[in-house]
Antibody
Framework: QVTLKESGPVLVKPTETLTLTCTVS??????????VSWIRQPPGKALEWLAH???????FYSTSLKSRLSISKDTSNSQVVLTMTNMDPVDTATYFC??????????WGQGSLVTVSS | NFMLTQPHSVSESPGKTVIISCTRS????????VQWYRQRPGRAPTTVIY?????PFGVPDRFSGSIDSSSNSASLTISGLKTEDEADYYC??????????FGGGTKLTVL
């Protein structure tokens, strides 16, 4: 059974760095055709893709947020970590991690609501 | 980069058919596969169509996907509407740099 679970702080202050961890089970981060992506959704708004990392360790970032994002994986511990620097209240959102199979986000975590406020 | 534009909302009666469009702003819609996700309130999205027109296991054949190069758009068609189909629907594709792009989402009301 494939599962993904996000973990990280519920509240961060402006200018701080956010670190989120996605712990996966039911598949290996070294499987070809697979990767893990981070996607966020501000309250009441649309989904926004942030970054993904593939089994080859290739990394891809949203053009508009690239300077603030970093994604990495720990295959042995089945975890993918996203860091976002210089957090702002507009970054308040539910952050999802999702498995990529070929072109599809086929399994999603439940999401982690992060609020940015002083 | 390109944008995917969806209608903000659509509504239709139970038993009817609804079509949700997703128009690509630049580049050909046929260049990169389109996926469709359904998101119920407070839940994570789930896939209803992948690779333009493929249905995941467990998604009923009332759901179908297509692309139209003449309008440079993808469509999600839901026939025999049920109240349980009420949700937000998002299209998604990739650009040639392997960056994912989501549409703005369409709120489907079944009334």
């Amino acid at each position: 059974q494939v599962t993904l679970k996000e973990s990280g702080p519920v509240l961060v202050k402006p200018t701080e760095t956010l670190t989120l961890t996605c712990t996966v089970s039911g598949f290996s981060l070294s499987n070809t055709r697979m990767g893990v992506s981070w996607i966020r959704q501000p309250p009441g708004k649309a989904l926004e893709w942030l970054a993904h990392i593939l089994s080859s360790d290739a990394k891809f970032y949203s053009t508009s947020l690239k300077s603030r994002l970093s994604i990495s994986k720990d295959t042995s511990n089945s975890q993918v970590v996203l860091t976002m620097t210089n957090m702002d209240p507009v970054d308040t959102a539910t952050y999802f991690c999702a498995r990529i199979l070929d072109y599809t986000f086929d399994y999603w975590g439940q999401g982690s609501l992060v609020t940015v406020s002083s | 980069n390109f944008m995917l534009t969806q209608p903000h909302s659509v509504s239709e009666s139970p038993g009817k058919t609804v079509i949700i469009s997703c128009t690509r702003s630049s580049g050909s819609i046929a260049t990169n596969y389109v996926q469709w996700y359904r998101q119920r309130p407070g839940r994570a999205p789930t896939t209803v169509i992948y690779e333009d027109n493929q249905r995941p296991f467990g998604v009923p054949d009332r759901f179908s996907g297509s692309i139209d190069s003449s309008s440079n758009s993808a469509s999600l068609t839901i026939s025999g509407l049920k109240t349980e189909d009420e949700a937000d629907y998002y299209c998604q594709s990739y650009d040639n740099d392997n960056h994912a792009v989501f549409g703005g989402g369409t709120k489907l009301t079944v009334l």
